[in-house]
Every structure is written in C-alpha cells, then in structure tokens.
T-cell receptor
Framework: DAMVIQNPRYQVTQFGKPVTLSCSQT?????MYWYQQKSSQAPKLLFH???????NEADTPDNFQSRRPNTSFCFLDIRSPGLGDAAMYLC?????????????????FGPGTRLTVT | RKEVEQDPGPFNVPEGATVAFNCTYS??????FFWYRQDCRKEPKLLMS???SGNEDGRFTAQLNRASQYISLLIRDSKLSDSATYLC????????????FGTGTRLTIIP
C-alpha cells in the first residue's frame, strides 16, 4: 500500500564519501520533491521535478544533485557529504496544477531517509 | 517577517480539552493551504487541506482568514494520540508547485 517509498531508511556514510538516496512512487504524480529536514526545523526544499523539468532552489548547494529517470523514480545524490548534511531527507510527490497560478495540490511524503555522516 | 510562521509551542494540554493554533503567511495572494502532522522522527502526514469555506474532519477543524493572513487548526476533545508536531504549508511561490512549510507547533496531550 506504500505510495511513496524511500530507500534506504537509514544511511551512514563517511565524510566526503558519495551517497545516493532513492525515492519511488506508485501515485503517478507529475511532481517529485526532495526536502532536507533537521531537528525542530521546517522541511527545506532542495529541488523538485515537474515531469522531467528540474527546478533547483537558489540556496541548494552544488553538492546536492538529483536525477529523475522516469515518472516513478527520483534520486538524490550527495557528492561529498559533510557533517552539516546529516539530516532526514524526505521525498514527496504531488499532482501538477498547470496554469493554476498560486495553487498547489497536497504533497505526500515518503518515510524519509535518515542520513548520518561520520 | 518569515514567509510562514508558527508558534513553536510546546502546547501542553489536558486530555479532552480543545486546543487551537495558528499559522500566519506573508503572501496575500496565496491560495493553497494545508495542515500536516509529524510524529517524532517520522515524515509529515497530510492532516487536512484548508479551503476558503473552512474544513472539518471529525474532531479537527481548519479555517482560513484571508484578511489577517492566517490559517488555524482546532482540535476538539483531544486524545493522547494527538500528541505530535503540526506543520502548516502554504503555496508562496507562484508559477511553481511548491509549498513553504512552517517550523511546526509541538502539541503534547497530558493524561
């Protein structure tokens, strides 16, 4: 029944060692998002895809990259994790609302991947 | 002013009481508003959408006040299981399918 799946649920990586987090969805939603959330903070949007169109946030470090090979899958690559990148990484999906300015459909989140950097 | 702002709490409320909290937003043209519930170390889960006419789902009522630019969440007859952090989310960036989340209000229901 899981609609947004993230793997792995827990990831431990060494400082500077590349890591890839994955997200898949069975909702057939157009839009997929990656958020970073640290303790007691709001989820912070890193980037999102509307279909194949990639939208990066201005303050997302170059260290973070993403790929969306098809509708169902999206990956987050952290090229050289630093200690400050330890966080929960959340994938979310939503339907697109083309042409509806100011309107967004609800987003559905996966269970997250908790990243530890040693 | 923050784009989306919530009182972080914590709100400590006895079981059975009614509790309400607000979320203010800075863009007067925003049209999409949501409440999410987040348990400790888990993902946010959609609680309800907030419509112009308000929205009620069992013990939960959400309201939108456009004039004062805030949304509210009211929980009646609170249960121990309502203990969580409640996040509001608002569409602030038109032309993109993005939501801006508040930092959340932490609620603890006390037996």
């Amino acid at each position: 029944d899981a609609m947004v799946i993230q793997n792995p649920r827990y990831q431990v990586t060494q400082f500077g060692k590349p890591v890839t987090l994955s997200c898949s969805q069975t909702l057939n939603h157009n839009v997929m998002y990656w958020y970073q959330q640290k303790s007691s903070q709001a989820p912070k949007l890193l980037f999102h895809y509307y279909d194949k169109d990639f939208n990066n946030e201005a303050d997302t470090p170059d260290n973070f990259q993403s790929r969306r090979p098809n509708t169902s899958f999206c990956f987050l690559d952290i090229r050289s994790p630093g200690l400050g990148d330890a966080a929960m990484y959340l994938c979310a999906t939503s339907r697109g609302a083309p042409g509806r300015v100011g309107f967004s459909y609800e987003q559905y989140f996966g269970p997250g991947t908790r990243l530890t950097v040693t | 002013r923050k784009e989306v702002e919530q009182d972080p709490g914590p709100f400590n409320v006895p079981e059975g009481a009614t509790v309400a909290f607000n979320c203010t937003y800075s863009n007067s043209a925003s049209q999409s508003f949501f409440w999410y519930r987040q348990d400790c170390r888990k993902e946010p889960k959609l609680l309800m959408s907030v419509y112009s006419s308000g929205n009620e789902d069992g013990r939960f009522t959400a309201q939108l006040n456009r004039a004062s630019q805030y949304i509210s969440l009211l929980i009646r007859d609170s249960k121990l299981s309502d203990s969580a952090t409640y996040l509001c989310a608002v569409n602030m960036d038109f032309g993109n399918e993005k939501l801006t989340f508040g930092t959340g209000t932490r609620l603890t229901i006390i037996p």
